[in-house]
């Protein structure tokens, strides 16, 4: 069989498109490892080019520090040599993260519940929550893996409304502790890996069964997330691209609080996807649908369809800046990472994770993303919201990784889910 893959044949090079000759791809693989000290499962195989990939995911207990649950290496095999992506100490990619709405209170605050009623985080780490695993059946060509969690949502013990036009509740919200329930929300992230498919899928699945019902809580979703090091290095993140009505990019490297940047090309053929470029590296997630039957709702942005000539950031709320403001952007990654008091600051953060509307768990039909009404399903009738990714690693190329695939259609080259 003959694959060909563009890649660096030397250090720093451009890409060139390399041709060879590779057997059959091989079965998916699972063994138990230590990798950078830390005990994990490693899935292995082949990508639809015959090339070797991997991924590491973190054991609970057995010793390792902290909890488990999630990557903390990736790896992908070329021509250069065995590339890989490791987490920094202490964090890796691929746990729960969900932040609760601003609430309108009564004394005309706005605030999370979690942060002016109990004066704690809106928004935990999931990396910090133990997990259970399980294993899907053994197959040869597939494999699965789920680690299911409890995640706590503030929310009032009565139902409230939104007013339409805000977006704010009403009637307002008010002070007191007995007012408010924390909530346990069950988390459930099933990784899946399938022989000769290039990315493995990311699975969430949020159950809502043990809220008393809709108008209670109300969040974004930010899962997938957290950080890899896949550029090999200390390097600057150079752009960042996302797609979800439209297309965006930073159009000046690397990217900073002044760089400028396009979000209007319509995205309507092609999936949402959301990446970071660093050294000729990309790391991204794409969702394999179209973006029109999309699983979740954006939040509101006044940027969305423009470009930074037509914007306006100082209307927005961020004066000082052409990037638009950090709440604007659908998804989480450089954002709240670059420097606030140098806008010509770069970052060498690799945070990356995917977001939503934070009018999850409310009963409201629509939601607007700055350009139009949307359906909205923020409390389903079988109380689960679930939602997939593809995860992307891989070498940068012309016009972007993430958005090939995204663009691309079909199976998107990402495993199935079984």
């Known amino acids: 069989m003959t694959n060909c893959r563009m890649v660096a044949l030397v250090s720093g090079a ?7 000759v590779s057997p059959a791809a ?28 991997s991924v590491a995911l973190k054991k609970q207990g057995e010793g390792n520090p902290g909890n488990g649950g999630y990557a903390v290496q990736m790896t992908f095999d070329d021509i250069g040599g065995v590339q890989k992506a490791n987490a920094p100490k202490g964090d890796g990619f691929g746990y729960f993260v969900s932040h609760e709405r601003y609430r309108a209170f009564t004394d005309g605050d706005s605030n999370t ?36 969690t409890v995640y706590g949502r503030y929310g009032t013990k009565k139902p409230g409304g939104i007013d339409a036009n805000t977006g704010e509740d009403k009637p307002k919200i008010g002070l007191k502790k007995k007012l408010f329930e924390r909530y346990d929300i069950p988390v459930k992230l099933t990784w899946f890996f399938e022989d000769g498919k290039t990315y493995p899928r990311l699975r969430v699945e949020v159950d809502l069964s043990k809220t008393p019902g809709p108008d209670h809580v109300s969040f ?41 940047w396009i979000w209007n090309v319509p995205n309507t053929d092609a999936a949402r996807y959301n990446a970071l470029v660093s050294n000729g590296k990309e790391m991204g997630l794409v969702e394999p649908k179209l973006y029109t039957k999309s699983a979740l709702n954006d939040g509101y942005s006044d940027g969305r369809g423009e470009t930074y000539a037509t914007h306006d950031a100082a209307a927005a709320g961020c004066a000082g800046q052409e990037l638009p403001c950090d709440y604007e952007w659908p998804y989480q990654s450089s954002q709240y990472e670059l420097p606030y008091d140098d806008p010509n600051g770069a970052t060498t953060s690799e945070k990356i994770a995917w977001g939503s509307t934070p009018f999850y768990g409310m009963s409201i039909s629509s939601t607007f993303d700055g350009v139009s009404g949307v359906p909205f399903n923020g409390f389903p009738k079988k109380k689960k919201i679930v939602y997939d990714v593809c995860v992307v690693f891989g070498p940068h190329v012309a016009g972007g990784l993430a958005r090939s695939i995204a663009e691309k259609g079909g199976d998107y080259d990402c495993a199935r889910a079984k």
């Open 26 to 53: 091989a079965a998916v693989k699972k063994q138990s490892k230590t990798i950078n000290g830390v005990k994990v499962d490693l899935y292995s195989w082949k990508d639809s080019t015959g090339f070797k990939r």
């Open 220 to 260: 974004d979703l930010r899962a997938p997330y957290g950080k890899l090091d896949f550029d090999g290095g200390d390097n600057p993140i150079q752009y960042v691209t996302w797609g979800d009505r439209f297309k965006f990019q930073n159009t000046d490297a690397p990217i900073t609080r002044n760089s400028r």
């Open 113 to 148: 519940i979690a942060g002016k009623i109990f004066k704690t985080d809106d928004s935990p780490l999931g990396r910090n929550f133990p997990v259970e695993t399980s294993y899907g059946a053994d197959e040869t060509s597939f494999k699965s893996v789920t680690f299911s």
């Open 14 to 20: 451009a890409l060139a498109c390399v041709c060879l």
